[in-house]
């Protein structure tokens, strides 16, 4: 429940207090400072408590985006502010200071928000009417104003990001926008539809699973469905400002659980007809993490640096003002749209080997695109990376004990990070593919000393965000390489179940740090092994063990880390203490 104090005296024919009360708020009345004052301390300390202006004219939407988002402790738009339970501090000192200075007077709403000593969000109304006007005059034109604009027009509008792929704008969002505000007006909430959308990409996974070229149409359809569910549950969200830790964690971590169930179900299915496509499958899983961790790491490392500009980036703004660049350059990164779009489509009309061998082409050049950009704009700036995004770098490296003990074992660096970290790399590839039984196992001792000597020193270089991707290239890699090696049914989809685990880890990593509550804890780390302890153990595990045996220490391995990054992922999320991550960012 929520209380809103109305202050002033009332204007007749307003529709204030009915909108205040459609919007879920308990209306309380004040004549003057002191009485709103007393009714504020009044109110329980759990409780959102909302200010507004008695001759407050405006939209019904302008006032929802103002007074119930739940993401910002403290909010306000012209004639009104509300304050979660952590922003109530902060109001009552500005009302506080507000009664002083202007003894038995009306609160001066706008002016209370002026007096506030902490950040107050102001969303943007765009064409919404929101203002306190000063005489009957202004006061009808204002009416005739929100009169002039459709309300809910401009909230269904809302409800679509700002920024998304070509597909999902032009073949998504002109009809999803409308289940959403089914699903509103129906008391849905967003988690429930983020829900649905996993049970229907599980489906049509399952339904690529049988091998089937009915089964593979019904699979393309159900993904697309699922897609357009994903989608939806975004658009509930804004439409009803039903944000919640919960369901930006659900959102995140679902949009990869279905995607790599997808390219599992895909592997059965072609297994089914006698095609054995396991490794593709988790070729195109590694490949896509290896992306998300190009960005995710980028991002982290540019968004609060200092002198961050550079000519790539300019030129990147000047195409952007070109309209057809735009869509172009936001097709051939293939963002999820377009992604589970081919993917849909291939699986219905080709094999699964196709749909693999073009999703790994297509990935492959729009990864190289993105990177090569990033790099460009990397070299050419001078941006000076602060420290919490060299943190941010550290953390995502994942380095476990063994790579923190050589880091720490001699405190001056011996050169870039990077060339250390590609160092590593070269060693670790040239002995997997030696032939020599042990010698992937000395290229995982090299790697792990090197994944810790390009740490010893703060990962500050212009290219330094590239460590995180490499590390993550040589485990997954590492992983594939040796169970294809195995040459044994059964040990690439092992390894594809542990390369799924270890990559969630590395997602909620992402995560986490987005909602700046650092990387997961030291514990977590040492258990799991860290990236390169857990590549030298499956090195050693792949020299000691028979195939057969390796398939089964693989499995044994997945369930392992599954099970533990999922209890203390799941236990982080619902916490009182998680972070209300809301991220529109790039579609992924």
């Known amino acids: 429940m929520s209380t809103a104090i109305v202050t002033g005296q009332p204007v007749p024919g307003s529709s204030l207090e009915s909108d205040l009360r459609a919007l879920g708020f308990e209306v309380l009345t004040a004549f003057d400072a002191a009485d709103t004052g007393n009714l504020l301390a009044a109110v329980p300390a759990d409780r959102r408590v909302a200010v507004v202006d008695a001759r407050f004219v405006g939209h019904l939407h302008a006032l929802r985006l103002g ?61 919404l009417v929101a203002t306190v006007p000063a005489d009957p005059q202004t006061r009808n034109e204002a009416r005739q104003a929100v009169a002039a604009v459709d309300d809910e027009a401009v909230r269904l509008k809302s409800a679509v990001k700002s920024r998304d792929g070509f597909f999902t704008t032009f073949f998504i969002s002109p009809y999803s926008r409308y289940i959403a505000r089914w699903c509103a007006r129906r008391g849905l909430t967003p988690n429930q539809v983020t829900t649905a959308s996993l049970l229907t990409a599980l489906i049509a996974a399952s339904c690529a699973a049988t091998g089937t070229r009915t089964g593979f149409v019904a699979a393309g359809v159900l993904l697309i469905c699922s897609f357009v569910l994903d989608c939806t549950d975004g658009q509930l969200a804004r439409y009803s400002l039903q944000y919640s830790t919960l369901g930006a964690w659900l959102d995140a971590t679902f949009d990869r659980a279905k995607e790599y169930a997808y390219y599992a179900g895909l592997a059965l299915g072609a297994a089914r007809g006698g095609d054995d496509v396991w490794a593709l499958a988790l070729g195109a899983m590694i490949l896509q993490t290896c992306r998300h961790v190009v960005d995710f790491s980028f991002n982290e490392a540019n968004h609060d640096a200092t002198a961050n500009t550079s000519p790539t980036a300019a030129l990147s703004d000047k195409l952007d003002s070109v309209g057809w660049t735009v869509w172009v350059r936001r097709m051939i990164v293939l963002p999820i749209g377009e992604r589970w779009a081919l993917i849909a489509v291939l699986t219905a009309a080709t094999t699964p080997r196709i749909t693999f061998y073009v999703l790994l082409i297509g ?29 941010a770098l550290a953390d995502l490296a994942d380095n476990g004990p063994l790579a923190g003990a050589v880091s720490r074992a001699r405190r001056a660096p011996l050169g870039s990070p990077l060339l250390l970290a590609l160092a590593g790399v070269a060693v670790l590839t040239v002995c997997l593919f030696s032939g020599v039984t042990w010698a992937p196992v000395v290229g995982a001792f090299v790697y792990a000393a090197a994944s810790g000597r390009a740490l010893a020193a703060p990962l500050k270089g212009a290219l330094d965000w590239l460590v995180p991707p490499l590390f993550r290239a040589a485990e997954y890699g590492t992983v594939l390489v040796l169970a294809g090696k195995a040459g044994v049914n059964g040990a690439l989809p092992a390894a594809f179940g542990l390369v799924a ?3 969630y880890h590395h997602y909620d ?70 972070p209300a991550v809301h991220d529109e960012g790039e579609p992924a």
């Open 363 to 391: 990935c492959a050049f729009a990864a190289t695109y993105t990177t090569a950009g990033r790099v460009l704009r990397s070299l050419t700036r001078k941006a000076r990376r602060t420290d919490r995004a060299a943190q």
């Open 67 to 127: 007074l119930t988002d739940p993401r910002f402790p403290l909010a306000a738009i012209p004639g009104a502010v509300t304050a979660q339970p952590a922003g109530r501090q902060a109001l009552s000192r500005a009302l506080a200071q507000e009664a002083s200075a202007g003894g038995g007077t009306d609160v001066a709403v706008d002016g209370l928000v002026t007096a506030l000593d902490a950040d107050v969000h102001r969303p943007e109304l765009g064409s």
């Open 509 to 578: 990593t992402v995560y986490r740090i987005r909602g700046n509550a650092g990387a997961p804890p030291a514990w977590l780390v040492r258990a799991i092994g860290g990236q390169e302890g857990r590549t030298l153990v499956v090195t050693v595990l792949a020299a000691l063990l028979t195939a057969a045996q390796f398939k089964t220490a693989l499995t044994v391995l997945a369930v392992a880390v599954a099970g533990l990054v999922l209890v203390e992922s799941i236990r982080f999320w619902v916490s009182a203490g998680a």
């Open 501 to 503: 685990a270890v990559a």
